[in-house]
């Protein structure tokens, strides 16, 4: 489990694709918001996907491919994320910020 004292925040483009978000540490909770068209998506440990939340406040469940998927299945020494193909969390063309604590 994770200290909750590393965080980072970044911003990306979104491409549309599934996108690898490197980091120095492995985080247990990542939020990614769309400042293009107003949604996030957020997930924690354990959790691939995560929870959309759109401008009308309502929320729904993604799945991995489409969400947040926190670290490497294949390289499990790899520290980082991936986002998915859902609009809210990597639209192509999208402005994206993200927020990951360790």
Known sequence: ????????????????AEKWIPLDFHPV???VSNLTTPS???????VDGGVR???AGTQSVLAAA???????PANPDAM???VGTDDACNK???DLVF????
């Open 1 to 16: 489990m994770g200290s909750g004292v590393l965080k980072k925040t970044g911003r990306f483009q979104g491409t549309g």
């Open 29 to 31: 909770y990542v939020k």
């Open 40 to 46: 996030s998506v957020e997930t924690f440990e354990s």
């Open 53 to 55: 939340t759109v401008t």
């Open 66 to 72: 489409a969400g947040i998927k926190l670290g490497d």
């Open 80 to 82: 980082g994320f991936f």
């Open 92 to 94: 192509d063309g999208d």
């Open 99 to 102: 927020l990951a604590v360790e």
